[in-house]
């Protein structure tokens, strides 16, 4: 991770707020997320419902919907932490597919049209998708083929957020005139979620739940639900002075007197997330400036805030 800039010096007062990994095990729940391995089978909503049977909380959301037969990374935003996960939908999304083609071709006609679907493509959403079926613009960044085995293609995908599989493999089948099918897929990156040591299982969260309630040990569910501030660290970060986090609780902007320290190589018009010295995620905006003009500025506002996370009265109020 890159060096963070320094546009002035700070304390923080350590009787307000807190580190996110010292939370208190409740206020741990309901500000968590949990990376979750989603199996086949259920649709994303019903594992909403059963990790909220789990926990026994009240209020649980999925970042970024899996279809009933892919697998793989789904995070799950618990209470609180249900607006952080929404900041995932447009984040960049990693899978594995195995795409079935419908006749045999040459291995070079294939490589040439992946090559082809790379960089910017156009994708209707198919009939049974959630949103508005109209004609958009999504990214491929990049193709790695993993193997070919006569039609049976595959292929690592590292895409934006919103981007159709399934489409991508019927309109790939399309412009080889011989047709397509997505035969499976695997989610294996959601924004910072990736599938690494801190990948659960619904009864992973079972067991966790039941060492909490039944032996009073906390340990496995720290591990099994993470801070809200995992969700967010595909942004760049701002971080900012104990005086100025409850006015941007209370909906101020940020201004540039109330800035600590910044990520390089920030764009103007980038959203970044609004951090304590703790660490703790107060809020998300974009830039007014990129990080050059951030650092020089002596007044205005810096980042124009767009979602608040953090409750209001959790630092002292010090602004009129």
């Not at 789990?54 to 932490?81: C, F, M, Q, S, Y």
């Not at 659960?200 to 039941?210: S, V």
């Not at 959203?271 to 400036?289: F, N, P, S």
Request: glycine content about 8%.
């Amino acid at each position: 991770m890159a060096e963070l800039l320094i546009k002035a010096e700070g304390e923080t007062d350590p009787y307000f707020g807190s580190k996110p990994d010292e939370r208190p095990i409740k206020e741990h729940i309901s500000n968590g997320v949990v990376n979750l391995d989603k199996t086949m089978g259920p649709t994303s909503h019903e594992i909403d419902s059963w990790v909220k049977r789990i926990l026994h909380v009240e209020k649980t959301g999925h970042g970024g919907t899996l279809d009933p037969r892919v697998t793989g990374v789904l995070p799950i935003g618990i209470n609180k932490a249900t607006r952080v996960i929404q900041m995932l939908l447009g984040a960049p999304k990693e899978y594995v597919c195995l795409m079935r083609l419908h006749e045999e071709i040459s291995e070079q006609r294939i490589r040439d049209i992946l090559q082809e679907f790379t960089g910017k493509i156009f994708q209707t959403p198919p009939l049974k998708s959630a949103v508005k079926r109209e004609l958009r613009v999504r990214t491929i960044y990049n193709i790695d083929i993993i193997e070919i085995d006569g039609q049976d293609v595959l292929f690592l995908i590292n895409c934006e957020g919103g981007t159709y599989i399934r489409k991508y493999c019927h309109d790939i089948g399309e412009a080889l005139g011989i047709g397509a099918h997505m035969a499976e897929l695997r989610r294996t990156k959601s924004g910072p979620f990736t599938e690494d040591e801190t990948l659960k299982t619904l009864q992973d969260l079972t067991d966790a739940y039941y060492y909490l309630t039944v032996e009073n040990d906390e340990t496995q569910i720290r591990e099994c639900i993470l801070p809200m501030e995992a969700a967010v660290t595909h942004l760049k970060q701002v971080i900012v002075r104990d005086s100025a986090v409850d006015a941007i609780c209370h909906g101020a902007d940020l201004a540039s007197g109330g800035i600590l320290k910044l990520s390089p190589n920030i764009d103007k018009g980038e959203t970044v997330r609004v951090l304590t010295l703790k660490g703790e995620l107060v809020a998300a905006g974009e830039t007014v400036e990129n990080s050059a003009g951030i650092l020089k500025s002596n007044k205005g506002i810096m980042v124009n805030i767009k979602k608040v996370f953090m409750e209001p009265e959790t630092y002292p109020k010090m602004w009129k």
